[in-house]
Nanobody, 126 residues
Framework: QVQLVESGGGLVQAGGSLRLSCAAS????????MAWFRRAPGKEREFVAA????????YYADSLKGRFTISRDNAKNTVYLQMNSLNPEDTAVYYC???????????????????WGQGTQVTVSS
C-alpha cells in the first residue's frame, strides 16, 4: 500500500494555471502507475490523466488534451498535473491514485486503482 498526499490546489481565475503535486510514501519501492481523477460538484468522479510507472506512456481525457500535462519524478516519488487555460468547468476536487504495475499500458477506470489521496480543491473563477 502507498500513501498519497495531494497539494497545489487553490483559487485561480479563468485562463490561469495551476500545478498539482502528489507525493507518495510507504511502499514506494514498488512500481506504481499513477493517475489523476476529479469530481466536480454534483457529478461523478471522472478520469483526468494517467501515466505509467516508467513515464513512457501517458493518457488524457479527450476533453482535456492540450491543456493538462501529467508527469512524474520517480526520484522524488511525486507525480504532477500541470493545468493550463483553466475554466470554471475545471472546478473540482482533484484526486491522485496509484496502482502497482510494471506495465506500459494505461488504465482509465477508477476501479483499476488501489490507493487514493484525500484530494485537493481547485476552484476556477470566471
Amino acid at each position: 500500500q502507498v500513501q498519497l498526499v495531494e497539494s497545489g490546489g487553490g483559487l485561480v481565475q479563468a485562463g490561469g494555471s495551476l500545478r498539482l503535486s502528489c507525493a507518495a510514501s510507504g511502499r514506494t519501492s514498488s512500481t506504481y502507475a499513477m493517475a489523476w481523477f476529479r469530481r466536480a460538484p454534483g457529478k461523478e468522479r471522472e478520469f483526468v490523466a494517467a501515466i505509467t510507472w516508467s513515464g513512457r506512456s501517458r493518457y488524457y481525457a479527450d476533453s482535456l488534451k492540450g491543456r493538462f500535462t501529467i508527469s512524474r519524478d520517480n526520484a522524488k516519488n511525486t507525480v504532477y498535473l500541470q493545468m493550463n487555460s483553466l475554466n470554471p468547468e475545471d472546478t473540482a476536487v482533484y484526486y491522485c491514485a496509484a496502482r502497482p504495475s510494471k506495465s506500459d499500458s494505461v488504465i482509465t477506470v477508477r476501479d483499476g486503482y488501489s490507493d487514493w489521496g484525500q484530494g485537493t480543491q481547485v476552484t476556477v473563477s470566471s
